[in-house]
Structure formats: structure tokens, C-alpha cells
């Protein structure tokens, strides 16, 4: 499967559009990730626990996407945007959505 964020890929010619795909995750981050992270934002450093939580997150998210998109027999999705946002009471949740357009080359 071949990704793209790009509307088409360089050297390929879209032979037919499938149709928008999606893949959406939702991770809870659990206290002592939060614990520690805010230890981090106060001595400063990167919040490697939430890193990998996020990276994790979207991952998932793209893997789900492809997954679409081969089920309507697409060989490549382009156009392809990935969205961050906090849902869940205050802000416990992190959801990660991608999408994009299933396609044939």
C-alpha cells in the first residue's frame, strides 16, 4: 500500500478513486504517565511516555485506514491527514483520526 499526503503520486497515474477511508484511535493515558509527564513540563525534557503513546495512537490509525482502503480494493490512499485532539473529561483521552482517498494505480 502505498501513502501519500500528496493528492497523487509522482510517476503514477490514479486509474480509479475508491473512495474516502478512515481510521480513528482513542488512548487513554493512565496517571503515571500523566504523573511523570507533568514532573517533565516543570524540570523540562520531552515527555517520552506520551510520545509513545501517541505514536502508538496514530500507528493504529493508519493501519486501520489501509485496512479500508484494501477492503475496497485500493492499492494506494493519498491525501492522506492526521488530527490530534483530546477528548474525554478533561482532556483524559487522546484521539488520533486519519483519513484520506483510496485509490488504484
Do not use: C, W
Not at 493508519?62 to 491527514?81: K, T
Amino acid at each position: 500500500m502505498i501513502l501519500s499526503t500528496t493528492p497523487q503520486i509522482e510517476g503514477h497515474t490514479i486509474r480509479e478513486y475508491k473512495g474516502i477511508v478512515t481510521g480513528e484511535t482513542i488512548i487513554g493515558a493512565n496517571m503515571f504517565k500523566d504523573l511523570f509527564a507533568g514532573i517533565r513540563d516543570i524540570v523540562g525534557g520531552r515527555a517520552g511516555s506520551y510520545e509513545k503513546v501517541l505514536a502508538e495512537a496514530k500507528d493504529t490509525s493508519i493501519q486501520e485506514m489501509i485496512q479500508r482502503a484494501q477492503a475496497l480494493g485500493a492499492n494506494a490512499i493519498v491525501g492522506i491527514d492526521i488530527d490530534y485532539e483530546t477528548v474525554g473529561a478533561q482532556g483524559s483521552m487522546l484521539m488520533v483520526a486519519t483519513s484520506g482517498t483510496a485509490v488504484v494505480i
